[in-house]
């Protein structure tokens, strides 16, 4: 038994992997109301509730439908989740409307940026949102703004804007955005404009992720991230571990491994997105060892 251990490989799992404190209180709620649900009863969730496939289908095996906005009007109505990334104004309303029992999964950290987005579009301040432009987040807090912001993800679209620089202008970004990324296009929106008010709406967990994760790859010769490939926080932490030279791979899950991922390596980093289960990152985990131990006995 001693021999066998001598040859797994050592894994380390970055200490805050798990749900964050925003996608943990938005399946809770979930759950809830899907263990409290009358027989018949129809609970539909708008949208990914969050960014991880498992969990989606772990909530709709319990009951829940996942629709869109598109399937509103072909439904009978019920109780409609919406998801924790948030949702546009005219979405909540065309739902009340149709006799649909709202429960709202949005975030906090994502609430706090919709109320500035709210407070500003009442304002003669100019607003930029800095986030992906198809994210649900964001097509959220654009809505929230009234549609009075304009909305960049790129620093090369900085001089696109066509804004007044005596003007005050407002920036919120989306709470799972790059933060280099973020830093770059401030930098450039800062030599424009004489008055601007910077709201940092990034989420303390995706940066608690990145520095942990940092940490984990200083330690290790392969690293593992593990989310829903439409995760944008899990994607930007492969990104940071791949921007930094470590070596870096995004799966959804076990499954995914393949046997390459170890070339040269004698230890791996495993961290996740705030969106990916923590019992899915100890699947990984397994599965990395016994990949492993299979190299070995060949």
């Not at 989740?81 to 546009?88: A, T, Y």
């Not at 800095?130 to 790129?154: C, D, F, Q, R, T």
């Not at 930098?187 to 004489?194: A, D, Q």
């Not at 303390?204 to 010769?221: G, H, M």
């Amino acid at each position: 038994m001693e021999k066998a251990n001598e040859r797994i490989m050592p894994v380390i799992i970055a200490e805050n992997a798990g749900f964050c404190f925003g996608v943990k209180r938005a399946v809770k709620m979930a759950e809830e109301v899907l263990d409290s649900s009358l027989a018949g009863e129809n609970i539909y969730i708008l949208g990914e509730i969050i960014h991880n496939p498992q969990t989606v289908k772990m909530l709709e095996e319990k009951g829940a439908v996942t629709i869109e906005e598109k399937d509103l009007e072909k439904v009978h109505p019920g109780k409609l989740i919406l998801r924790s990334h948030g949702v546009p104004l005219e979405v909540i309303e065309k739902a009340k409307k149709l006799n649909f029992s709202i429960v709202d999964t949005t975030c906090p950290f994502v609430k706090k940026a919709q109320i500035i987005a709210g407070q500003n579009s009442k304002l003669e301040n100019q607003l930029i949102i800095i986030g992906k432009k198809e994210h649900p987040e964001v097509k959220a807090l654009l809505s929230h703004s009234l549609y009075n912001a304009n909305v960049i993800g790129l620093v090369e679209e900085v001089k696109k804007l066509n804004f007044k620089p005596d003007v005050k202008t407002v920036i919120i970004v989306q709470t799972t955005f790059s933060g280099n990324e973020f830093k770059k296009i401030i930098g450039e929106i800062v030599l424009l404009y004489k008055e601007i008010m910077v709201y940092n709406t990034i989420c303390n967990a995706t940066y608690i992720r990145r520095k942990e994760s940092l940490s984990v790859a200083e330690k290790t010769d392969v690293n593992i991230v593990v989310g829903g490939r439409n995760s944008s926080n899990t994607r930007e932490l492969t990104n940071y571990l791949v921007e930094n030279g470590f070596k870096a791979y995004q799966i959804e899950g076990p499954e995914e491994i393949r046997e390459d991922f170890f070339n040269g390596a004698g230890c791996v980093g495993i961290t996740g997105g705030a969106s990916t289960p923590l019992s899915v990152i100890e699947d990984v985990k397994r599965t990395v060892e016994v990949r492993f131990l299979e190299r070995k006995f060949k």
